[in-house]
């Protein structure tokens, strides 16, 4: 009988619980129960419906059961920076704010007086984004909601501890904090303490791959069965490429969802200047790797234009965008990493005004403003491979494109004729794979993470 895995992967918009065991030597994934997700506005901020999250996690589990299909294992995975305060009686001390929230603007300002720019990208290595976790807890001690805070737990971190019991610190998404030690891969209590944050609050990091125990009484009675809980690489982007296939010398990967990372895998962090000024990151990975990538705007500008028609009546799935981006006559583009662009009221207005701003056509049709995105992110995208060659002194011939971006055939046709690279397409469920992969490797039923990607190659 075989064993089942069960990866819950929530992205910024939609969360899905797939499930999955081995069939033939292959990894055989099943969909059993998807939902959406996005941030909601309350008394003027951005955050995020963390109860429902965990509804719907039960109502997936429950599902598992209803199959008779009960995993050995599971495992969340979520986006990066945003976190949850714990009193000392394990209350929600604040909301848990989304990171296109407006309460950081200015924090990196108030972190700079304490510890300049250059020096914390010295010592931590992650990229300056105003949304980073450094600069929301600095907004939360100016909002004085440090004083009762006793735990601090990741998204995926609360998550795991509604269905256990078990507070724990997972080392991919805490290295997005900008609070760890690349080098010990521990937190920087000496940074941590300069920034007036109690030290207490940050718990013993934990590798990818770690048991954390099984669900509590209360969950068991809810789902109807237990469950051993395994923390995978709970950022999505570090689950993503986990599942990669080929991630040789010469080959860099595109994580292709609402955001685009495109990077390389290294055994060290580069921390140098040029990193700095090229806004790279440097992100803990499985097995004591890095993940040396940048951030560009991805398909959260696609998506937020397709909502936009969709509200207004014109419904297009993103297939036919690419199609009619694909016939459109425009050659307007845009900085996709502009700032502008992070949470605007309209896209299409600001990409329109950002046309008209630079004395291009300004895009009027659907197909228009999709040719203008994808062009201005392949153009983003071969200039971070300029960068990632110069800085790291290695020529990549081949792009590896994985997530659910890697199914935009006409982004993947313009990537490969602007970059000059081979572009390679999937697998599209790289998220969900790489937290499985993990789960796979901690159980022994795969050895080891070169023998799950070369499963993925066959």
Known sequence: MANYYLAVDIGASSGRHMLAHL????????????????????????????????????????????????????????????????????????????????????????????????????????????????????????????KDAKSFLMVPDYLHYLLTGVKSNEYTNCSTTQLLNPETKSWDYELIGMLGFNKDLFGEIKQPGTSIGTFSDAVKAQVGFDCEVVLPPTHDTAS?????????????????????????????????????????????????????????????MIQSVRNELIAAGQEYSFAELCEMAEAADIDSIVDANDEVFLAPDSMIEVVREYCRNHGQNEPQTPGELAKVIYKSLAICYRNACEEVENITGKHFDTINVVGGGSKAGYLNKLTADITGKTVIAGPSEATALGNIGAQMVSAGEVAGLKVFRKLLME
């Open 23 to 146: 069939e033939d030597g292959k990894v055989v994934l099943e969909e059993i129960h998807r939902f959406s997700n996005g941030m909601i506005e309350v008394n003027g901020h951005k955050r995020w419906d963390i109860d429902e999250l965990f509804r719907q996690i039960i109502i997936g589990l429950k599902k598992c059961k209803e199959l008779g299909k009960i995993p050995t294992s599971m495992g969340i995975d979520t986006w990066a920076v945003d976190y949850v305060l714990l009193d000392e009686k394990d209350n929600v001390v604040r909301p848990c704010f989304g990171y296109r929230d407006s309460r950081t603007a200015g924090m990196d300002e108030e972190v700079y007086k304490i510890i300049p720019q250059d020096k914390l990208y010295e010592r931590t290595g992650i990229q300056k984004a105003i949304f980073n976790t450094i600069y929301q807890l600095m907004a939360d001690k100016k909002a004085g909601y440090l």
């Open 240 to 300: 993503a490429v986990f599942a990669v296939p080929n991630t040789s010398d010469n080959v860099l990967y595109i994580s292709s969802g609402t955001w685009s990372l495109l990077g390389s895998e290294n055994m060290q962090a580069i921390c140098s200047k040029e990193a700095m000024e090229a806004n790279f990151t440097n992100e803990g990975g499985y097995e004591g790797r890095f993940r040396f990538l940048k951030n560009i705007m991805g398909l959260w």
